[in-house]
């Protein structure tokens, strides 16, 4: 199940793990997103003894809250296309793997919890991811998907009210040109429910979580466009100059940069059902 010439990653993941800023990415999105998405195993359930299988899981932060809550005698699998980030500081009782969801047989063993946050959205195939993750579930087991839906809320700077929050969204709007162009489907999130649903969960809930302005949402901006400055001169969505301006107006610290919109998804496999 390792890394060869078919990866997702190879055909197009646009925010890299092999570039340095993927780690600063990590360390933001965690400090983001990680108290949302611990909430969210609470309601959908976690318990001592339980198989959790985390997806695409970028950095090390939450398979380190599976594993210390699911104790010794659980059993935490974080996987990746690029698992130089997960380390193993910190993530005691956390196997890792690098697989790819979209390509990839689901690992060995069936899960009572299946996590993946920002990750289908930007693999092509998701429909197949979702369906491998689905059947990876124990009957009765727990699928929470966190996806990004940037077409909800376009703007960066909702509250555009001058140059430098223009410049911004713009220059998110050429971020998100790349994005599509990789194959990623940039209203996914809504979609969650309704995917659940028709792949025979029960119990489908939703809810949606995003910061307007934060510094850690700085630091995600800085580093996420530090990543693409290449693609984005490239493919003539922005200019050198534009990016320094910009780069320079968040580092100032005026400026009220937001993320997109975390949809996050949930559902139970029935105890019983055609899906295996
Ligand atoms: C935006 S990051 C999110 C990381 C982490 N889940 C989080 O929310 O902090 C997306 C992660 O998905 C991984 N990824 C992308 N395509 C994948 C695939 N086809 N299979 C497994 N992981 C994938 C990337 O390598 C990256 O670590």
């Known amino acids: 199940m390792g890394r060869d010439s078919r990866t997702s990653q190879d055909q197009g993941y646009l925010l890299d793990n092999r570039q340095s800023e993927a780690g600063t990415r990590f360390e933001a999105l965690s400090a983001l997103f990680d108290a949302s998405t611990f909430r969210h195993f609470e309601t959908v359930g976690i318990d001592k003894g ?27 699998l974080a996987t990746d296309i690029d698992v130089s980030w997960i380390g193993t500081a910190g993530a005691e009782g956390v196997e890792v793997l690098r697989h790819d969801v979209a390509l990839d047989a689901p690992p060995e063993g069936l899960f009572d919890l299946i996590h993946a946050r920002l990750v289908l959205v930007h693999v092509a195939d998701r429909d197949a991811a979702l369906r491998s993750m689905i059947r990876a579930l124990r009957p009765g087991g727990r699928l929470l998907i966190e996806d990004a839906d940037p077409a909800l809320i376009p703007q960066i700077c909702p509250d555009a009210y001058g140059p430098e929050q223009e410049l911004a969204n713009r220059m998110r709007r050429g971020f998100r040109r790349l994005l599509e162009q990789r194959g990623a489907d940039l209203s996914y999130g809504r979609k969650l429910p309704r995917l659940l649903r028709a792949a025979g969960l029960v119990e489908v809930e939703a809810d949606a979580y995003f910061p307007v302005t934060s510094p850690a949402c700085a630091v995600l901006e800085a580093a996420s466009v530090r990543q693409v400055r290449d693609k984005l001169v490239a493919e003539g969505l922005a200019t050198e100059e534009e990016i320094e301006r910009h780069l320079a107006a968040v580092a100032s610290g005026r400026l009220d940069v937001g993320t997109s919109p975390m949809i996050s998804a949930w559902g139970r496999r029935p105890a019983e059902d055609g899906l295996g």
């Open 50 to 76: 339980w198989h959790c299988w985390e997806v695409g899981a970028g950095g090390p932060t939450v398979p380190a809250w599976l594993a210390e809550r699911v104790g010794p005698g659980g059993r935490v």
